[in-house]
């Protein structure tokens, strides 16, 4: 009897499971986001400076749809830089700058939230050029001046020294945003100098050379670590005394390539590792002797640009170990010049102004091709002002045209 019983009992479980079994409705798949489409900035637009939308994406069960937005400064056509996650709206503006003139692929993704997503198609497009200058003050702190020089120092900038209309100074100024202008000191222990060159090498201050108030050329090296108080190296550096030269940190190191000696323009390169011994990498570098040439670091190599060989020069040339120059081109689409600045921004090279006292601004991808970002900006035409390069804005600090200038502007 007792085994009946647990007989009974097992077939009614196994009907009761069977029963079970049969009236399970399983969990229905997943579907979804549908497609959607991408808005603005339209596929292939140029000269823009975007706020980004797109059509909204439905899903299929009626589950809450999220976008993540993707952009990069890219030629490919994957864009992986994630820059918005999440977004319940079907626009973005995005507020971190965006480089000029440069090329960006973007898409969105559509996802719900059990793991579904859709992809938009991809898009492209390039931003807006460099502005033609914007005026930050007309009359700065300092007196109108050439032949200074301005430099990036401790989220500063920092002027030094050039030529006023009493002659050559060696007072110091600086500047948290370019518009007021605070003097350091009016009388630098490293004297008036014409001519110089500036870098910052292993957190100091560099000035390099330049003709002392004697009318000596000289190879003194200056070192601050606060703008205001000067050590001289005290060993003398194995180049000779120069004027009309430039300096340029390269694969840590400090760098002092061609001048003028007092007799003769120079284009041997040196280099030091600590900022006290020298050595030199060439005493003839491919490019021709000469003075108030342009250097800058860009894409892995040293350039020199344009400059005075007893003529002007519209000439390009590239170097990874500064004994081999490479001529990248021997006529650039600018015109030939001296007395000119080129930077680095925004992975670009951009040249502004130079002798016969002009306005342009150009700029280059690879040192061949040079375009006109304008032909005339808004800033007064110049020669032996100074650039440089601060709070992602490049900036344009005096020199000479019709008359001397102490004005400040900025490109962005």
Same mark, same amino acid.
């Given at each position: 009897?007792?085994?009946?019983?647990?007989?009974?009992?097992?077939?009614?479980?196994?009907?009761?499971?069977?029963?079970?079994?049969?009236?399970?409705?399983?969990?229905?798949?997943?579907?979804?986001?549908?497609?959607?489409?991408?808005?603005?900035?339209?596929?292939?637009?140029?000269?823009?400076?975007?706020?980004?939308?797109?059509?909204?994406?439905?899903?299929?069960?009626?589950?809450?749809?999220?976008?993540? @937005?993707?952009?990069?400064?890219?030629?490919?056509?994957?864009?992986?830089?994630?820059?918005?996650?999440?977004?319940?709206?079907?626009?973005? +503006?995005?507020?971190?700058?965006?480089? @000029?003139?440069?090329?960006?692929?973007?898409?969105?993704?559509?996802?719900?939230?059990?793991?579904?997503?859709?992809? +938009?198609?991809?898009?492209?497009?390039?931003?807006?050029?460099?502005?033609?200058?914007?005026?930050?003050?007309?009359?700065?702190?300092?007196?109108?001046?050439?032949?200074?020089?301005?430099?990036?120092?401790?989220?500063?900038?920092?002027?030094?020294?050039?030529?006023?209309?009493?002659?050559?100074?060696?007072?110091?100024?600086?500047?948290?945003?370019?518009?007021?202008?605070?003097?350091?000191?009016?009388?630098?222990?490293?004297?008036?100098?014409?001519?110089?060159?500036?870098?910052?090498?292993?957190?100091?201050?560099?000035?390099?050379?330049?003709?002392? +108030?004697?009318?000596?050329?000289?190879?003194?090296?200056?070192?601050?670590?606060?703008?205001?108080?000067?050590?001289?190296?005290?060993?003398?550096?194995?180049?000779?005394?120069?004027?009309?030269?430039?300096?340029?940190?390269?694969?840590?190191?400090?760098?002092?390539?061609?001048?003028?000696?007092?007799?003769?323009?120079?284009?041997? @390169?040196?280099?030091?590792?600590?900022?006290?011994?020298?050595?030199?990498?060439?005493?003839?570098?491919?490019?021709?002797?000469?003075?108030?040439?342009?250097?800058?670091?860009?894409?892995?190599?040293?350039?020199?640009?344009?400059?005075?060989?007893?003529?002007?020069?519209?000439?390009?040339?590239?170097?990874?170990?500064?004994?081999?120059?490479?001529?990248?081109?021997?006529?650039?689409?600018?015109?030939?010049?001296?007395?000119?600045?080129?930077?680095?921004?925004?992975?670009?090279?951009?040249?502004?102004?130079?002798?016969?006292?002009?306005?342009?601004?150009?700029?280059?991808?690879?040192?061949?091709?040079?375009?006109?970002?304008?032909?005339?900006?808004?800033?007064?035409?110049?020669?032996?002002?100074?650039?440089?390069?601060?709070?992602?804005?490049?900036?344009?600090?005096?020199?000479?045209?019709?008359?001397?200038?102490?004005?400040?502007?900025?490109?962005?």
């Amino acid at each position: 009897m007792k085994a009946l019983k647990t007989i009974l009992v097992l077939l009614v479980a196994i009907t009761l499971l069977s029963c079970d079994k049969n009236n399970t409705n399983p969990t229905p798949e997943n579907k979804a986001p549908t497609g959607f489409n991408l808005i603005a900035v339209a596929n292939g637009s140029t000269d823009v400076y975007p706020t980004l939308s797109w059509t909204a994406a439905t899903d299929p069960d009626g589950d809450t749809v999220n976008y993540d @937005v993707y952009l990069n400064a890219t030629n490919d056509s994957n864009p992986t830089e994630l820059i918005a996650e999440n977004l319940t709206e079907t626009s973005f +503006s995005i507020e971190n700058r965006l480089e @000029v003139l440069t090329n960006y692929a973007w898409k969105v993704i559509a996802k719900d939230n059990h793991g579904g997503s859709t992809s +938009s198609a991809i898009y492209t497009f390039k931003t807006r050029k460099l502005s033609d200058g914007k005026l930050m003050v007309e009359n700065a702190e300092f007196n109108p001046r050439r032949l200074h020089k301005t430099i990036v120092f401790k989220n500063e900038l920092w002027l030094f020294g050039g030529r006023t209309v009493n002659g050559f100074q060696n007072d110091i100024w600086k500047s948290s945003d370019g518009l007021t202008w605070q003097n350091i000191t009016n009388d630098a222990e490293f004297g008036k100098l014409n001519g110089f060159s500036i870098s910052i090498f292993k957190d100091k201050i560099q000035i390099i050379g330049g003709k002392d +108030s004697n009318g000596n050329y000289t190879n003194t090296i200056w070192t601050s670590t606060d703008g205001l108080h000067w050590v001289k190296i005290s060993t003398p550096p194995e180049f000779e005394g120069r004027h009309l030269h430039t300096s340029l940190i390269y694969n840590d190191k400090l760098w002092v390539i061609g001048g003028y000696n007092g007799t003769i323009r120079k284009n041997d @390169v040196w280099f030091s590792e600590d900022g006290i011994t020298w050595q030199m990498a060439t005493a003839n570098a491919n490019f021709s002797p000469r003075e108030e040439h342009a250097a800058t670091v860009f894409d892995g190599k040293m350039w020199i640009i344009g400059g005075n060989d007893g003529i002007n020069k519209n000439d390009v040339w590239s170097s990874t170990n500064g004994i081999d120059w490479n001529l990248v081109t021997e006529n650039a689409a600018f015109s030939a010049r001296q007395q000119h600045t080129v930077n680095t921004f925004d992975h670009k090279m951009w040249l502004i102004a130079g002798t016969n006292t002009n306005n342009e601004v150009w700029y280059s991808n690879d040192g061949v091709i040079w375009s006109a970002s304008t032909l005339e900006a808004n800033f007064p035409k110049r020669s032996l002002h100074t650039t440089t390069v601060f709070n992602n804005k490049l900036w344009v600090i005096g020199g000479d045209g019709s008359s001397l200038k102490n004005d400040v502007w900025y490109l962005d």
